[in-house]
């Protein structure tokens, strides 16, 4: 069975303040690895896509990378709309429901002023 | 820009309802997906389908069904509604071949009474 655990939980940041999140998972053979982001009583938007160990992309402050048996999500000098809750999902030859995604719990990042 | 709507963003509907959760994508994807999101437990797979009238159980199925009868269109249908199917329901839709990254609707939150 496929896991993903993202961490921290919750990070609160001070506007500028760069850090990382976190997406450990376990699978049996990735066929890609996603990050979303997910604002307050919306759906989750798409950022990246990562296929394999070494692999990067970037999107304004955000850049995501890729290990084999993690990804992190990379904030640069972050602003308050950044704020949201960051989803990381894999996508398996073993993962629920074939084509469907398995989910991390998401890292709620707050972005202060 | 791929556009997933979903018929409703709210619901309230009491024990014993039959529920019809709406879902339509206007870029021609083969796949579609259902999720449910709950605090503390993330997106959890209930349902996908992969071409018209086909369909596939995720990681929770119980006490949901689906209907699909247009390429579009993906219904999600709890046929007696309970308390613990009070929830935000997402609907997603992506390609058959890659990329392999799903597009979610906005949701439906459902309330049970």
């Known amino acids: 069975e496929d896991q993903v655990t993202q961490s921290p939980e919750a990070l609160r940041l001070q506007e500028g303040e760069s850090s990382s999140l976190n997406c450990s998972y376990t699978?049996?053979?990735?066929?890609?690895l996603f990050w979303y982001r997910q604002d307050p009583g919306k759906g989750p938007e798409f950022l990246f896509t990562?296929?394999?160990a070494g692999e990067e992309k970037e999107k304004e402050r955000l850049k995501a990378t890729l290990t084999k048996k993690e990804s992190f999500l990379h904030i640069t000098a972050p602003k308050p709309e950044d704020s949201a809750t960051y989803l990381c999902?894999?996508?398996?030859?073993?993962?629920?429901?074939?084509?469907?995604?398995?989910f991390g719990k998401g890292t709620h990042l707050i972005i202060q002023p | 820009d791929v556009k997933v709507t979903q018929s409703s963003r709210y619901l309230v509907k009491r024990t014993g309802e039959k529920v019809f959760l709406e879902c339509v994508q206007d870029?021609?994807?083969?796949?579609m997906f259902w999720y449910r999101q709950d605090p503390g437990l993330g997106l959890r797979l209930i349902y996908f389908?992969?071409?018209?009238?086909?369909?596939e159980k995720g990681d929770i199925p119980e006490g949901y069904s689906v209907s699909r009868e247009k390429k579009e269109r993906f219904s999600l249908i709890l046929e007696s509604a309970s308390t613990n199917q009070t929830s935000m329901y997402l609907c997603?839709?992506?390609?058959?071949?890659?990329?392999?990254?799903?597009?979610f609707g906005p949701g439906t939150r459902l309330t049970v009474t």
């Open positions: 997603a839709s992506t390609n058959r071949g890659p990329p392999y990254e799903q597009y």
């Open positions: 699978v049996s053979g990735l066929r890609g």
């Open positions: 990562l296929y394999s």
């Open positions: 999902a894999v996508r398996s030859y073993s993962g629920g429901g074939a084509d469907g995604l398995t």
């Open positions: 870029m021609d994807h083969e796949n």
């Open positions: 389908s992969y071409d018209v009238k086909m369909k």
